[in-house]
């Protein structure tokens, strides 16, 4: 499917992977992008600008607590708003909590599960409803699903779910010839890894991947720019991509 003067919604995607995906949507397929972001940062108005400029597509930003079905439906209607339609909509929310089963309160396990999973059924849902035909959804879950681990007991339930929403939709959606899938990164070298691991944790993680490193944001984008483009065929699946730690 050619992307040029087609929409993606991204969510997240004013920095790390989210900024990456819009970067690579917009310099190799021409997508006009719509970018929802939850905290500010300063920078991203000049963002938006510098892609509009750089590559001659048209950029909108949203920001927003998507921490409710609502807000998520508000979400896709702002964007169809500004566009009209949505052909790829991809979504980058996530949290992380490393802790033991024991240890874990119900403030953080209710925090958990409403970003790493009501978030993203409801992401699902409203894409479902609003991509057009021959378009494309994908959900950013986490290679650690395919681990047999202490310590991320949540993490790992909240996300898997993720999963099995994204299978269901899948099979709705193929009269439409709607694409949707999740991608499982390895731990990447990001802010949002580094804050639940100590340094021998990482260490680990990098001896057990290609080149003794952990997952780079350039791993992914050019994953979520294939899927959306020539991958269109696969439908379903969850594309591990962890340089090897794991493998489902």
């Known amino acids: 499917m050619s992307l040029e003067g087609k929409t993606a919604l991204i969510t997240g995607g004013t920095k790390n992977l989210g900024k990456l995906t819009a970067i690579e949507l917009a310099s190799k397929h021409k997508a006009n992008l719509f970018l929802h972001y939850n905290s500010v940062q300063g920078d991203e108005k000049s963002l938006a600008q510098e892609l509009s400029s750089k590559y001659g597509v048209k950029v909108e930003l949203y920001q927003g607590n998507l921490g409710s079905a609502e807000n ?3 979400l896709f209607e702002a964007a169809k ?8 909509a991809v979504n980058n929310v996530g949290k992380v909590l490393k ?3 024991a240890e874990v309160t119900e403030k953080e396990f209710d925090e958990m599960d409403l970003v790493n999973n009501k978030i993203a059924f409801f992401f699902i849902a409203q894409a479902a ?5 021959g378009g ?3 959900s950013l879950v986490t290679s650690l699903l395919a681990a047999y681990t202490p310590f991320y007991a949540v993490y790992q339930g909240t996300k898997s779910a993720v999963e099995y929403y994204s299978k269901s939709a899948s099979k709705e959606l193929i009269d439409k010839r709607i694409s949707v899938n999740c991608i499982a990164p390895g731990p990447m070298d990001t802010p949002f890894f580094y804050a639940q691991e100590q340094p021998e944790a990482v260490e680990f993680y990098k001896s057990a991947a290609f080149d003794h490193r952990l997952t780079k944001i350039e791993d992914i984008a050019p994953i979520v720019s294939f899927l959306v483009s020539s991958g269109t065929w696969i439908t ?3 594309l591990y991509a962890s ?3 794991t493998a489902h």
């Open 236 to 238: 379903g699946q969850t």
């Open 136 to 138: 494309s959804i994908i």
């Open 99 to 101: 802790k033991p089963i």
């Open 243 to 245: 340089g090897g730690m």
């Open 72 to 74: 998520v439906a508000k």
């Open 81 to 88: 708003a500004k566009f009209g339609s949505i052909d790829v």
């Open 129 to 133: 409803k609003h991509v057009s035909p």
